[in-house]
């Protein structure tokens, strides 16, 4: 049920962005304490311009029914800016994060919701 969606600037092979995406919902998975098994990963590129330039940028939008608030964010920012600089050299300050804490009654999944999880 966590979504996380990437949104970069710039080209990354079909091959590498999915073993990022499959390496960072395992690092996330302990932190937010549901199993991996339940991630959507999307990798995707479009035309950011940040700061006026259109250096390697990043947009992250991490989306979870629960396991979303200040203090937990605070350490998926640190994990995801690190991961991301380390793996595509793309700086810290070119990463930008979206948390949103969405409520199981407004998530589908297999014909329901995940309304019995708010």
């Not at 992250?60 to 203090?71: A, H, R, T």
């Not at 199981?104 to 014909?111: D, L, T």
């Amino acid at each position: 049920m966590p979504l996380l969606r990437f949104t970069t600037n710039f080209e990354v092979e079909e091959a590498r962005s999915v073993e990022l995406m499959k390496e960072l919902a395992a690092k996330l998975a302990p932190i937010m304490e549901k199993p991996v098994e339940y991630y959507m990963t999307i990798w995707e590129k479009q035309t950011i311009v940040l700061g006026l330039t259109t250096e390697p940028a990043l947009f992250v939008s991490l989306q979870s029914i629960g396991k979303i608030d200040p203090e937990l964010n605070k350490q998926y920012s640190v994990l995801i800016c690190s991961f991301f600089e380390e793996k595509l050299n793309v700086p810290k300050d070119r990463t930008f994060i979206n948390f949103v804490d969405v409520k199981g009654a407004n998530w589908g999944y297999n014909g329901g919701t995940f309304i019995h999880l708010d």
